[in-house]
């Protein structure tokens, strides 16, 4: 998780945007299958996360200069490796930079 915190932090923010919007995405599919499941807790979860990326990207839309960058990453980072979902959190990195790269 440390590569993750270290290359957010280089990130642009369109980079960032792209990244947090895709890992956001996939947990959202993530909490309906806990949905599925009757695991309220683990979907509670992943609504949390989604709930603090969200905040995250609406002030990097209205006020970037009052984010900090270091904590939020660590948070996310910590909260994925904590409930498993580390693969998804490198997945979303990686498809995000693929996606930002020029044709």
């Not at 939020?72 to 490796?81: K, S």
Request: charged share 25%; net charge negative.
């Amino acid at each position: 998780m440390d590569d993750i915190r270290q290359m957010f932090l280089v990130m642009n923010v369109d980079e960032r945007v792209r990244f947090l919007a895709l890992y956001a995405h996939e947990l959202t599919i993530l909490a309906r299958m806990h949905f599925k499941d009757g695991d309220w807790e683990a979907a509670r979860q992943c609504n949390e996360t989604v709930h603090r990326i969200v905040g995250y990207l609406g002030t990097a839309l209205l006020n970037p200069d009052a984010l900090v960058h270091e904590s939020f990453i660590a948070m996310t980072t910590n909260g994925a490796q904590e409930r498993g979902w580390g693969q998804i959190l490198q997945q979303s990195l990686r498809s995000g930079r693929r996606q930002g790269m020029p044709e």
